[in-house]
């Protein structure tokens, strides 16, 4: 995979032009296709305007600029990807509708093309399966905006061929990315992990122990997180951060830990999704929302700690599967969420005797099996062990 491969994207919208713009960026021709006529003109003007931006705040010359889109090239039929070494498809997350796309290529593309899909959250090996060549289909989940948000999740099929992940880490490393390998499990690394964050803050505020801009206000300001997760779920949009809680507890088998929120439905069916719509959990057509409750100090380390003892419980579960290796778990949570530390390195600063004393505790208060600690967690309590 040299810089004379050239890249096939599918699906204009803004992840696919932002990968586009990516792989342009690392010195690729880049063939751009989409289903719908306008997509892919209306795509390379907005091109246009944000390589001029980058060039108006100096971080890039004009000549790159033109460089940079001039070797994205539209394309008018499915077709023209036939030359493409590596395609990328950003389109509609719907299982059938990939299936469909990557049984058209697998019969269209030479036989060591790569097929990758940017899927967020369905299965690799369920969208290969429809591919005549399932073994060099392969995840390439980018995070958006696909220029700026460092991390990639490389995610091999059951049928993809041994060599292909590191063939991927080592392309997205070039492009100057922060690729981290992780099987094919509901949610990949980072909409599986980071769940609890979401999950556990709902039942906070459902059970009354806090509003929700204070919940926001004590994670951010004692947890260190760059967002609180109300704020973060409204930036998301309500509609896509309930679909993948939802998508991923469903494909763990209604898992309890992954339970969707009642709360968030009813965001969802009221059209309250968060920024895009200026209202969500909170309302964007005035000043900022602020805390209405300013809780002690106890309040706000119970409040962090429960959280956090659910967000580093699932890193280590995921661990435990072997879902990724401990760096990559940590550094997808770093690079694809902004966490202010890996979740395991967190871990290891207090101990595993400490989150599974807090998880026992919410067991035992509940007896839901939503607070069950990590075997593996368990273990390290008992042993004394860290993670590093």
Same mark, same amino acid.
Request: with cysteine.
């Given at each position: 995979?040299?810089?004379?491969?050239?890249? +096939?994207?599918?699906?204009?919208?803004?992840?696919?032009?932002?990968?586009?713009?990516?792989?342009?960026?690392?010195?690729?021709?880049?063939?751009?296709?989409?289903?719908?006529?306008?997509?892919?003109?209306?795509?390379?003007?907005?091109?246009?305007?944000?390589?001029?931006? *980058?060039?108006?705040?100096?971080?890039?010359?004009?000549?790159?600029?033109?460089?940079?889109?001039?070797?994205?090239?539209?394309?008018?039929? *499915?077709?023209?990807?036939?030359?493409?070494?590596?395609?990328?498809?950003?389109?509609?997350?719907?299982?059938?509708?990939?299936?469909?796309?990557?049984?058209?290529?697998?019969?269209?593309v030479g036989p060591q093309a790569v097929l990758a899909s940017n899927t967020s959250s369905l299965?690799?090996?369920?969208?290969?399966?429809?591919?005549?060549?399932?073994?060099?289909?392969? +995840?390439?989940?980018?995070?958006n905006p696909a220029p700026l948000m460092p991390l990639v999740e490389v995610v091999p099929g059951?049928?993809?061929? #041994?060599?292909?992940?590191?063939?991927?880490?080592?392309?997205?490393?070039?492009?100057?990315?922060?690729?981290?390998?992780?099987?094919?499990?509901?949610?990949?690394?980072?909409?599986?992990?980071?769940? #609890?964050?979401?999950?556990e803050s709902l039942r906070l505020f459902e059970e009354g122990v806090a509003d929700m801009a204070?919940?926001?206000?004590?994670?951010?300001?004692?947890?260190?997180?760059?967002?609180?997760?109300?704020?973060?779920?409204?930036?998301? +949009?309500?509609?896509?951060?309930?679909?993948?809680?939802?998508?991923?507890?469903?494909?763990?088998?209604?898992?309890?830990?992954?339970?969707?929120?009642?709360?968030?439905?009813?965001?969802?069916?009221?059209?309250?999704?968060?920024?895009?719509?200026?209202?969500?959990?909170?309302?964007?057509?005035?000043?900022?929302?602020?805390?209405?409750?300013?809780? +002690?100090?106890?309040?706000?380390?119970?409040?962090?700690?429960?959280?956090?003892?659910?967000?580093?419980?699932?890193?280590?579960?995921?661990?435990?599967?072997?879902?990724?290796?401990?760096?990559?778990?940590?550094?997808?949570?770093?690079?694809?969420?902004?966490?202010?530390?890996?979740?395991?390195?967190?871990?290891?600063?207090?101990?595993?005797?400490?989150?599974?004393?807090?998880?026992?505790?919410?067991?035992?208060?509940?007896?839901?099996?939503?607070?069950?600690?990590?075997?593996?967690?368990?273990?390290?309590?008992?042993?004394?062990?860290?993670?590093?």
């Amino acid at each position: 995979m040299s810089e004379d491969l050239i890249v +096939g994207v599918i699906g204009a919208g803004t992840m696919g032009l932002g990968i586009a713009q990516v792989a342009a960026q690392a010195g690729h021709r880049v063939v751009l296709f989409d289903a719908r006529k306008d997509a892919v003109p209306a795509a390379l003007a907005n091109l246009g305007d944000t390589l001029a931006r *980058l060039v108006a705040k100096g971080k890039l010359s004009e000549e790159q600029a033109r460089t940079v889109h001039g070797r994205i090239v539209p394309a008018e039929e *499915l077709g023209a990807m036939a030359s493409c070494g590596l395609l990328i498809e950003a389109i509609v997350e719907q299982l059938p509708v990939k299936q469909e796309l990557f049984r058209a290529l697998g019969s269209m593309v030479g036989p060591q093309a790569v097929l990758a899909s940017n899927t967020s959250s369905l299965s690799i090996t369920a969208i290969a399966a429809a591919s005549a060549r399932p073994e060099r289909v392969i +995840g390439l989940h980018f995070f958006n905006p696909a220029p700026l948000m460092p991390l990639v999740e490389v995610v091999p099929g059951l049928a993809t061929a #041994p060599a292909l992940p590191l063939e991927l880490h080592a392309l997205m490393l070039r492009w100057g990315k922060s690729p981290v390998v992780c099987k094919d499990t509901p949610g990949f690394i980072v909409n599986r992990v980071a769940r #609890p964050f979401y999950g556990e803050s709902l039942r906070l505020f459902e059970e009354g122990v806090a509003d929700m801009a204070t919940i926001d206000h004590v994670l951010k300001q004692q947890g260190g997180f760059r967002m609180g997760p109300f704020e973060l779920m409204d930036l998301i +949009g309500n509609d896509i951060n309930f679909a993948v809680t939802r998508s991923v507890w469903e494909a763990f088998f209604n898992d309890p830990r992954y339970k969707p929120s009642l709360i968030q439905q009813r965001q969802v069916e009221s059209g309250r999704l968060g920024r895009k719509t200026g209202r969500g959990f909170f309302d964007y057509s005035g000043a900022a929302a602020v805390p209405t409750l300013q809780p +002690g100090p106890e309040l706000a380390t119970a409040i962090t700690e429960r959280v956090l003892a659910m967000l580093i419980n699932e890193a280590a579960d995921a661990l435990f599967l072997q879902v990724a290796t401990k760096e990559d778990l940590d550094l997808a949570m770093r690079k694809g969420v902004n966490y202010p530390k890996g979740l395991l390195a967190w871990a290891d600063e207090q101990g595993a005797a400490h989150w599974a004393a807090v998880l026992d505790d919410l067991y035992q208060e509940y007896g839901e099996d939503r607070y069950r600690a990590s075997p593996l967690l368990r273990r390290m309590a008992r042993t004394g062990t860290t993670f590093y």
